[in-house]
């Protein structure tokens, strides 16, 4: 990362990686002694101004008023104005369009660089995975009610006749809903 970083010129940009205990780093962190962290969050609900508002001049992993909370110190009521403008939308096409816009903005003026998205990989598992509750956000991903285990490992023909069960039965419910929506 430093020398992804330094590639773009070293003009303006000096990085170095420090490592510190946890116990240090709370202390660093409360006397404001960086000026980039890598952190990460999750959205406790599924809505795009959960995830701005953390970084508002009063969120919450941000505190531009107090030196002593926060991950940020960053204050530009330009920002604050456009969540709080995107907010207040109530048709979803345009909220979403405000807040993707605000997204934008963020990324093309470097606020916040985004590094990398959590993926996933192989298992071994005798669970059939499409019986695990899934939500976007929260803490589904606890949850073991409704989850069907099986006896044995789940073979990859198997893991298809699931799969293929699910996407069924996802779209029997998305055209049932569709009957309350017209």
């Given at each position: ?17 420090v490592?510190?205990?946890?116990s240090?780093?709370?202390q660093?962190?409360?006397?404001g002694?960086f000026?980039?962290?890598?952190g ?8 795009p ?20 909370v926060g991950?940020?110190?960053?204050d ?13 939308m ?15 903005w ?10 990398y ?9 005798s ?12 803490i589904d991903?606890y949850?073991?009610?409704?989850i069907?285990?099986?006896?044995h ?10 799969r293929?069960e699910?996407?069924a ?10 009957q309350?929506?017209?």
């Open positions: 990362m430093q020398e992804a970083i330094q590639a773009l010129g070293t003009d303006y940009v000096t990085v170095s990686f490592e510190y205990t946890s240090s780093y709370s660093q962190r409360q006397d002694e000026a980039l962290v890598v990460g969050w999750g959205p406790d609900y599924a809505d101004f959960n995830n701005l508002a953390s970084i508002m001049t009063d969120g919450t992993m941000n505190s531009a008023n107090s030196m002593s991950s940020s110190h960053w530009y009521a330009k920002f604050d104005e456009m969540v709080e403008a995107a907010d207040q109530t048709d979803l096409q345009e909220r979403y369009t405000a807040f993707a816009n605000i997204e934008a963020l990324n093309e003026n470097a606020y916040y660089i985004p590094l998205q959590s993926g996933g990989t192989y298992i071994v598992t669970i059939n995975e499409f019986t695990r509750p899934y939500a976007p956000t929260g991903e949850k073991w009610k409704g069907v285990g099986l006896d490992a789940v073979t990859a023909e198997e893991h298809e006749q699931f293929e699910y996407e039965g996802r779209q029997a419910a998305y055209e049932e809903a569709q309350y929506n017209s």
